[in-house]
């Protein structure tokens, strides 16, 4: 019911910044972010609840990445800093109702198309 759209991957250098967007048809309780490499499972990054009063990073991204939603939270950002090649993955993003699982996908009932980001090393 909630239409998610991802935008702002690409391919940059380790080292590097990309800032991903994420455009919601609807409002959600909690907009989160994960990813996926090739052969892997998909693995939480990062999720913010509506007021932003609760953020959660994974270990992995913690320090590096930042999670932040416009005035209207439309659009739900997650802007990365010193990317590494490990970071390589196809991102998502998803929205939620609630935050009592906030790391399993299960948690989350909408997700989008996903992104490519891929980091050259």
């Known amino acids: 019911q909630v239409h998610l759209v991802e935008s702002g991957g690409g391919l940059v250098q380790a080292g590097g910044s990309l800032r991903l967007s994420c455009v919601a048809s609807?409002?959600?309780?909690?907009m989160g972010w994960f990813r996926q490499a090739p052969g892997k499972e998909r693995e939480f990054v990062a999720v913010?609840?509506?007021?932003?009063?609760?953020?959660l990073y994974a270990e992995s991204v913690q320090g590096r990445f930042t999670l932040s939603r416009d005035s209207a939270k439309t659009t739900a950002y997650l802007q990365m800093t010193s990317l590494k090649p490990e970071d390589t993955a196809v991102y998502y993003c998803?929205?939620?109702?609630?935050?009592?699982?906030?790391?399993?996908?299960?948690?989350?009932?909408?997700w989008g198309q996903g992104t490519q980001v891929t980091v050259s090393s």
């Open positions: 609807g409002r959600a309780y909690a």
């Open positions: 913010t609840d509506w007021s932003e009063s609760r953020t």
């Open positions: 998803a929205s939620a109702n609630t935050m009592l699982r906030p790391q399993a996908t299960s948690n989350y009932n909408d």
